[in-house]
């Protein structure tokens, strides 16, 4: 069966310091995988999404990066966090032609 | 872009009550989805719809694309319904493009017991 792992759950980090959050698939190949972004009061903004290794593609303009190092790996990271960087960060894949889309644990990112 | 809305935005209600979350869209879409969103933040897929109904235990899911419109009922509720309720939609790209999602705020619930 198809799962999604994202970690970890929690993260406090201090301003400046840098960030990586993992996000690895099971069971598929070839998936598109996406990241989302919840701040305080809105609703979760497509970050980044790619179709395939080293495929990037930015929603919006920002203090992070992400990058898909193998099929079924999507990082997102930063060199030095910001205050606004804090919020709530989903990773999901599906696979391509398909409407389903399958949804990671999230992690809430505290910069302090 | 395609524009999201749910209603209410917080709902607090007694322990079986009948509960309704609406969302509505602006542009056609290829499916839609109803997640909950946990305390802790952790969120689960409940529904993905493209058309008609869906059901799952006690949770209910329609949707009408002529009225760019869905609905989650909750039947019987209970105290561990407490959650964030989040529409969310795909739209239609011919295209391709970012063909992510695009999420409503979600409508905050609260169950008495």
């Known amino acids: 069966s198809q799962t999604i792992h994202q970690w970890p759950a929690t993260l406090v980090q201090p301003v400046g310091s840098p960030l990586s959050l993992e996000c690895t698939v099971e069971?598929?190949?070839?998936?598109?995988l996406y990241w989302y972004r919840q701040a305080a009061g809105r609703g979760l903004q497509l970050l980044f999404y790619?179709?395939?290794?080293?495929?990037i593609s930015s929603e919006v303009p920002q203090n992070l990066s992400a990058s898909r190092p193998q099929d079924r790996q999507f990082i997102l990271s930063s060199k030095k966090l910001l205050l606004s960087d804090s919020g709530f960060y989903l990773c999901?894949?599906?696979?391509?032609?398909?409407?389903?889309?399958?949804f990671g644990q999230g992690t809430r990112l505290t910069v302090v | 872009k395609n524009e999201v809305e749910q209603s209410p935005q917080n709902l607090t209600a007694q322990e079986g009550e009948f509960i309704t979350i609406n969302c509505s869209y602006s542009?056609?879409?290829?499916?839609l989805h109803w997640l909950q969103q946990h305390p802790g933040g952790g969120i689960v897929s409940l529904f993905m719809?493209?058309?008609g109904k869906k059901k799952h235990g006690r949770l209910i899911a329609t949707i009408n694309i002529q009225e760019k419109h869905s609905s989650l009922h909750i039947t019987a509720s209970h105290p561990r319904d407490s959650a964030v309720y989040i529409c969310?939609?795909?739209?239609?790209?011919?295209?391709?493009?970012?063909?992510?999602?695009?999420f409503g705020k979600g409508t905050h619930l609260i169950i008495q017991p």
């Open positions: 999901a894949w599906r696979v391509p032609g398909l409407l389903e889309a399958f």
């Open positions: 542009v056609g879409i290829s499916a």
């Open positions: 719809l493209s058309s």
């Open positions: 790619s179709v395939g290794i080293g495929q």
């Open positions: 069971g598929t190949s070839n998936p598109n």
């Open positions: 969310a939609v795909r739209s239609y790209h011919p295209g391709g493009g970012a063909d992510g999602l695009t």
